[in-house]
C-alpha cells in the first residue's frame, strides 16, 4: 500500500489525492479510520483533497476550500461546517444537506 512506503521513509506530509473516491461507504470508512489512527501514530500531517464534504469533515482539522484555482475560505472545520463566512462554502454544505 502506498500509505506504508511513505511511513516507512518517516515522511511528516502525505498527500491523499481522492484516495477514497472510488470505494463503498465500508471500505471508504474503514480507510479513512485508519488514516485517522496512522496521523496519531506515526506524526505526521496529511493533506486530503476531495470533493466529498462529509469525507473532509471526518478527516480534517482545518479546510481550505477552492474554487477555479483560487481560495474561497479557510478555518477550522467545525467553524467552517456550523459558521461558513464565504457564499461559496455556504453552497457546499447546503448541498449535502
Not at 10 to 26: M, P, R
Not at 73 to 96: M, R
Request: hydrophobic share 50%.
Amino acid at each position: 500500500m502506498v500509505i506504508a512506503r511513505a511511513l516507512a521513509l518517516n515522511s511528516s506530509l502525505i498527500i491523499f489525492d481522492e484516495s477514497v473516491a472510488a470505494l463503498d461507504v465500508s471500505a471508504k470508512a474503514q480507510i479513512l479510520s485508519l488514516i485517522n489512527d496512522l496521523k496519531n501514530e506515526f506524526n505526521f500531517t496529511g493533506i486530503f483533497i476531495s470533493y466529498n464534504m462529509g469525507v473532509v469533515k471526518y478527516i480534517s482539522d482545518l479546510i481550505m476550500l477552492m474554487n477555479k484555482g483560487r481560495i474561497k475560505e479557510i478555518g477550522a472545520t467545525t467553524q467552517i461546517f456550523s459558521h461558513p463566512s464565504s457564499a461559496y462554502a455556504q453552497q457546499l454544505l447546503n448541498a449535502i444537506l
